[in-house]
């Protein structure tokens, strides 16, 4: 009786939040401090004291009908602002309000841009390892994703074959930076290849070529690492952004677009972008939210914590044999299976309570995503099943 | 360059959004209090002290990580339970947490539901005049909302019209109740003419057709008039709530679906919802809100506030000779425009500083409809000028 994308939907339906409640029917058999659960980016570090006061400061300073009633669309202009100004002081961009569209987290935003740009049967590209829901998204307003396959030397975007998968009806480009699942960031020369071919194909298909970053892990980089900001390179790009990972807010739902005033047809795709949030359902991103993430907008999560976590799990994988390219952001490592169907060895992780999730469900099979946003007793009290787990296949 | 999809919805953007806008635009000019702004559903009653107490002390009571984190797509158990505990005790249900679904917002479930139900092509039926946005979610899967012509004699359903448009194609019917533009609430007698028909047409035509209830103003019914429960009327009946307008809470995007166990395809119906939330990108309803709205499950809005609103407005506008339905629920008044095209009578309205809404955005022509959710001194100060207004067409 349901609609029939549906039925193939719901039997695929995201391994990822399956293998997350395998984690907590395991967790009630063996108790949860036996239980290694990898499998969701969900923050194991707390959201900030300051997110805390921010909420009973609000609630107890503002006017009710105003903090929790309809705003624009939008969001609250205030807000708008205040997420404009730090994006401009830290990097060099000149936002206002009409750059800014408050969202239902990172997922209501590129949900609202597809609409808004996109025609049934156009294109969207991405690269191969890539977040498994974009592929929905596409799909929600009859697009299509089409990913470029992984480059699994350094899982830096594939340039030549990217160009190459370009066509006429390609609308969209939508990159992961730091990406999740592999946790590599894109440098800043493949950003610019990106941007080069983006402008070079944009003009010769006389149509422009929307770029959408979508960066929820834009704070969590390590070793000092760059991620550059995309409006810089090249001028259609648009923003998907959520405080998610950065505030430990992933239940909340709250994030924004930016959509520069230099895009083409600008006007428009605000317009189109607004208008999308509100037939879509998302109405207006949830309204006390939309303050609190506006009064800690210079706040941070504990990205250290991560950071000794990463340090810790990579470097005891590598001694025992794993092999996996060191990630420089996010909270993933994406380890390669010692076996060609990673599957199975996913199966054979969870004889040791360790739930990890296929490669396949980031367009990229033979490779495995280790979620490590855990606490660190998970992660020192998993090491030795992760030892023992990869002398299996030696 | 965007979607062409999108053009014709920018193009034609919600009309009562647009005058909300225009407004506050309005209000910059002549000064708010100079601004009789009925044109949003945007409660003035503000959220109770109880809702302000939950979430003070949820946030100083809870673990930040489970309170904020991600949860099962459904919501959390423990208000789901809250929930189906409390429409148990109010309506004698019998429904658990595998019956309940967070979202965001009625809108938020009333698009998780189209998708897990709609394929493309198909029909849903609903009754003139109706919320707007109807024909909007249906065509974000692709499927084709159709309207029965008013009864504007009550502005009960047409019975005759809605059994002569069921057709093999009819998937769905949407109901709005109490009815929002009109206020009427559909008597016991419709909603059991109403099942009666979809009982039989199921049954001809060999396929369940699901009776969708949309019921954010449940809690705003007025004279003792009863709101049947309609899962109590027909067993393939789906609930779509909201504490938008029952907690004064628009701006948080809170409601939840209610999917009895005993409609037909139960789990796959409930599991594609939650796929469908998953995939349009709601991911589940805001986290803390989820909580206060449980806390609060006993409270309510000020309804004597909107009640006396409501009976100095009428009775007002009865006296002056405006035509109009005595409404017994939600805060809406559809009065009849004394000239048949009511967007002249809008512009006319305006120039009283008075700001409705053209009744062919709810599918009806030559009504306009008033949201008497405002201020008590709007509504007195505006009646001077509604008797100017009508008398300007005697």
């Not at 070793?223 to 810089?232: I, Q």
């Amino acid at each position: 009786m349901i609609s029939e994308k549906m039925k193939q939907l719901v039997a695929n339906s995201s391994a990822i939040r399956a293998m997350f409640e395998e984690g907590n029917r395991l967790a009630k058999e063996v108790g949860p401090e036996n239980v290694y659960n990898f499998s969701l980016g969900n923050p194991n570090v707390p959201a900030s004291e300051s997110v805390k006061k921010a909420i009973i400061d609000i609630v107890n300073e503002e006017d009710s009908n105003i903090l929790h009633g309809y705003m624009n669309n939008n969001g609250f202009e205030g807000v708008r602002q205040t997420v404009a100004d730090n994006l401009n002081r830290r990097f060099g961009t000149s936002f206002g309000i009409s750059n800014i569209i408050m969202t239902v987290g990172a997922a209501g935003g590129l949900n609202m841009i597809f609409k808004a740009l996109l025609n049934p049967g156009e294109k969207v590209l991405t690269f191969s390892p890539h977040f498994g829901e974009y592929s929905n998204y596409a799909s929600n307003v009859g697009a299509i994703l089409e990913a470029v396959p992984a480059n699994t030397i350094d899982f830096q975007p594939n340039i030549a074959e990217f160009e190459a998968m370009i066509k006429p009806d390609t609308r969209a480009v939508i990159i992961n930076n730091p990406n999740n699942p592999t946790g590599v960031v894109y440098s800043e020369a493949t950003i610019k290849s990106i941007a080069e071919i983006l402008e070079r194909k944009s003009a010769e298909y006389g149509n422009p070529i929307y770029l959408i970053s979508d960066e929820p892990y834009r704070e969590l980089a390590y070793d000092g690492v760059d991620v550059p900001y995309l409006t810089k390179y090249y001028k259609n790009t648009i923003v998907g952004y959520s405080w998610s990972k950065s505030l430990s807010l992933p239940g909340e739902r709250i994030g924004y677009l930016v959509i520069p005033s230099e895009i083409d047809d600008y006007q428009n795709v605000f317009d189109a972008a607004t208008t999308a949030g509100r037939i879509l359902g998302f109405v207006n991103a949830p309204s006390l939210m939309q303050k609190v993430a506006a009064r800690c907008i210079d706040e941070n999560a504990d990205v250290e914590y991560y950071n000794e976590n990463r340090k810790i799990l990579y470097g005891k994988l590598i001694e025992y044999g794993y092999e996996c390219v060191k990630p420089q952001g996010a909270f993933y490592l994406f380890v390669k299976s010692p076996i060609a169907d990673e599957r199975e060895f996913c199966k054979a992780a969870k004889n040791h309570n360790i739930l990890i999730v296929p490669g396949r469900n980031f367009g990229c099979e033979g490779y495995v995503r280790i979620a490590y946003c855990v606490s660190r007793d998970t992660i020192l009290k998993s090491l030795p099943e992760f030892k023992k787990l990869i002398e299996e296949y030696k």
